[in-house]
């Protein structure tokens, strides 16, 4: 149980143009759902908190314009690169609540090139 | 502000050969601590959760333990596909409504034959 999907894996883009990233919870639903930006050998840094029917929460210096997210329902949000460039090139990853022993599920990322 | 350290950053054993990862921290009331494991390239894969001090939980040939102040992941007689970043992260009770986790930098495990 407590799986998260999340898609595409991968993605390359053109400068300029938006991105979709979808985050699945298939079993379980998830009324918080958190996405992450990892750069290489760096640790999960928390881009934003979605909560399920009401708008999300960013972290300090993550612009909320650029970085578009939807929680419609309590299995399905979505974060939406707007106009990227290639210092968003990163590998995105997202996390619900929920499932096994109150833990944080994650998905499983999604490399984003952006050229 | 929470603070997760993870130390080593890298760590290189022989197959078989015992070892443990250390993982200091500070936080505003632990909600909880968690172990993660990332391959290259995948989202984290969940270990373990602990909440108390003196609590320790297993899975094969991990063993995580908690006090006050820091986390030990023990590794008991490693093998190749224990290979991966091990990663610590902090909930705290006063951060982001007591949700956030808050994670250290990894450490990188290799596991030669």
């Known amino acids: 149980g407590a799986v998260v999907s999340q898609h595409p894996s991968r993605v390359i883009c053109k400068s300029g143009t938006s991105v979709k990233i979808e985050c699945r919870s298939l079993?379980?639903?998830?009324?918080?759902m958190f996405w992450y930006r990892q750069f290489p050998k760096q640790s999960l840094m928390l881009m934003a908190t979605?909560?399920?029917?009401?708008?999300?929460?960013?972290e300090q210096g993550v612009e909320k314009d650029k970085f578009l997210i939807n929680h419609a329902s309590l299995t399905l949000s979505t974060l939406t690169v707007t106009s990227a460039h290639p210092e968003d090139s990163s590998f995105y990853i997202c996390s619900a609540k929920g499932g096994m022993s109150y833990g944080y599920t994650f998905g499983s990322g999604t490399r984003l090139t952006v050229v | 502000e929470d603070q997760v350290t993870q130390s080593p950053e890298a760590l290189r054993l022989q197959e078989g050969e015992s070892s443990s990862l250390n993982c200091s921290y500070t936080?505003?009331?632990?909600?909880?601590l968690f172990w993660y494991r990332q391959d290259p390239g995948k989202g984290p894969e969940f270990l373990f959760t602990l909440y108390s001090a003196g609590e320790e939980k297993e899975k094969e040939r991990l063993k995580a333990t908690l006090t006050k102040k820091e986390s030990f992941l023990h590794i008991t007689a490693p093998k190749p596909e224990d290979s991966a970043t091990y990663l610590c992260a902090v909930q705290g009770i006063l951060t982001g409504g007591g949700n956030k986790l808050t994670f250290g930098t990894g450490t990188q495990l290799k596991v030669e034959l």
């Open positions: 936080v505003s009331g632990l909600r909880g």
């Open positions: 979605s909560n399920e029917g009401s708008k999300a929460t960013y």
């Open positions: 079993d379980f639903q998830a009324t918080t």
